[in-house]
């Protein structure tokens, strides 16, 4: 029997985690709950990189496309349903797999989350009117002033932590970093955490390959529906990777080609953080990979180390 009940599967976008993740639930008899803010929305399988259709067929997925567009979820929510999950697939004699590319969901899911995390309406919608008035760049700012650990680890694209990390300092008067820091670890779940960390030239490649794809698969189709049949300011996804930049593809901001290099761009930014953060945990095993490791080695490789 392995040492630790679930397996985690971590790193940045493109690393291939999702398609690992099969590969060794197949061999130690697991299911996978995807670990990731934007994956568990409805209607954005493609920007998401969602696995798809066939491979969700292969392997129970849980937190896949569960959620409507217009709901909000937190970390500490997530945490809560993936917990759930965990303990439904141990139920079953099964292996809990949890796998994704989001490090605070994971924080909070192994470390729980500060019980000073109150919520302030007023001071939210007022950083929401700021950002959505003014840009990220200055509330980005703000927080490298209070917070320059977190907001190091943050893209400003991603409204929803740049505007919580300043409505938990406005609240607490401390920094999310510190808070964080307070955290210990949850004595409730087991899990061996892995790291998938391929070298920075590869990485990228597979990046600019997989945005590439995406765009060639109907990421624009994808991104257009949602125009037509929501309320676009709404949805609370939107400011993942891409969708926005889309929009403007759509309203004639930008051309094609202008298009797909921004989000290139922002994907390579945002996977650097991604790794940032994962480095920042307790992980107990960093696979460093490069083109010559084919998956079934690595798959074979984790496999070893959590048995073990």
């Not at 697991?30 to 259709?53: H, M, N, V």
Request: aromatic content about 10%.
């Amino acid at each position: 029997m392995p040492k630790f009940r679930s397996l985690a599967i971590l790193g940045p976008t493109a690393s291939g985690k999702s398609s690992l993740a099969i590969k060794i639930a197949k061999k130690i008899n697991g299911e996978i709950i995807g670990l990731d803010s934007r994956q568990s929305y409805r209607f954005f399988e493609i920007g998401t990189a969602q696995p798809s259709k066939e491979q969700l067929k292969e392997i129970n997925h849980y937190m896949i496309g569960c959620f409507d567009p217009y709901k909000s979820i937190n970390a500490g929510e997530n945490a809560k349903l993936t917990k759930k999950y965990i303990n439904k697939i141990t139920s079953k004699g099964k292996i809990p797999i949890v796998c994704g590319g989001s490090g605070l969901y994971y924080r909070a899911l192994t470390k729980g989350i500060f019980d000073q995390s109150s919520t302030n309406h007023k001071i939210r919608d007022r950083l929401d009117k700021q950002y959505q008035n003014n840009g990220p760049y200055e509330l980005l700012k703000k927080l490298k002033k209070i917070d320059p650990e977190y907001s190091r680890l943050i893209h400003p694209n991603n409204k929803k932590r740049l505007v919580r990390a300043l409505e938990v300092f406005e609240i607490t008067g401390k920094p999310l970093s510190e808070h964080f820091k307070n955290q210990s670890n949850s004595k409730d779940y087991d899990f061996y955490s892995v790291l998938i960390n391929w070298n920075e030239k590869f990485l990228l490649n597979r990046i600019e390959h997989r945005v590439k794809k995406m765009l060639q698969d109907g990421w624009l189709d994808e991104v257009k529906n949602l125009m037509l049949n929501f309320e676009i300011d709404k949805i609370v996804p939107l400011d993942s990777l891409g969708y926005r930049d889309i929009i403007k593809y759509h309203n004639e901001e930008i051309n094609l080609q202008n298009l797909e290099d921004k989000i290139i761009l922002k994907t390579k930014q945002f996977s650097k953080k991604q790794l940032k953060w994962f480095k920042s945990e307790d992980i107990n095993f960093t696979i460093n990979i490069d083109e010559n490791l084919e998956s079934n080695e690595i798959a074979n490789m984790i496999i070893n180390k959590f048995q073990n």
